[in-house]
């Protein structure tokens, strides 16, 4: 019975992260706040959020990242959105790096929450699957990292989920997640430094722009270049064993 009681506690207190954050993210919901982060939303209040942020610029700073960081832990819809406001606000540089620090926070959250969490039920299941992937990942855990981050087609939600199921460390995860997703950061904080024309021409900016040759070959070349250690490390091994 105490041993029961004792594994029931221990659940519960592993659950509670990913708990909070599940909540986090149904409240949102209920309260509509996704509609917040849309083109719309931002054309109809910019000259008050501007008024806003020369009024308290040093408490919108922090209020931005922390907004960011809370929704990218959530994985609310509306991201994009959100940066490409960050460059409205505060400029591509500035606002880029404001996301930047937000949205390694939020993923960190995410990866340490469903860490403590699921990590040990997943290998559980899944065991021998995933100690062959999980050598991999161990050994060059930031070049396959920076891959994930830096090629747009896997979503930033499932990225930030899966190296929670690896032996990947903390350190490892904020440098490659911080340093992989600078390209994709910064082409939405530019597209959104030129909000101010967009709007005033009535039109609206093209956030498919991520996949236009112009941007996604040398996103691809930059993720080719991150897995030279790999591909290093495997000619070694095969030279080793020669």
């Known amino acids: 019975m105490v041993f029961q009681m004792t594994a029931r506690r221990s659940l519960y207190l592993r659950m509670t992260p990913i708990l909070i954050l599940a909540l986090g993210l149904a409240m949102a919901f209920y309260y509509d706040l996704h509609t917040l982060f849309t083109f719309e939303a931002l054309r109809e209040n910019r000259l008050s959020v501007i008024d806003w942020k020369q009024d308290n610029y040093t408490l919108t700073i922090f209020a931005f990242v922390a907004a960011y960081g809370i929704i990218t832990a959530i994985s609310l819809p509306g991201a994009t959105w959100m940066t490409i406001a960050g460059g409205f606000m505060f400029g591509a ?85 911080f340093f992989g997703i600078i390209p994709g950061v910064y082409v939405y904080a530019s597209l959104g430094s030129g909000l101010g024309n967009i709007f005033d021409q009535g039109g609206e900016p093209d956030i498919s722009i991520i996949w236009s040759p112009e941007i996604l070959l040398p996103l691809l070349g930059l993720s080719a270049l991150a897995l030279v250690p790999v591909i290093y490390r495997k000619f070694l091994a095969r030279g080793r064993i020669v």
């Open 93 to 177: 540089v500035e606002g880029g790096l404001l996301v930047l620090l937000g949205a390694t926070v939020g993923a960190t959250v995410v990866f340490l929450a469903a860490r403590h969490a699921f990590a040990g039920y997943f290998r559980a299941k899944v065991g021998s699957f995933i100690f062959s992937m999980e050598k991999g990942f161990r050994d060059d855990a930031i070049s396959y990292l920076l891959v994930l981050r830096l090629v747009p087609l896997f979503p930033f939600w499932l990225v930030n989920l899966v190296p929670a199921f690896l032996s990947i460390s903390t350190p490892a995860y904020i440098v490659a997640t």
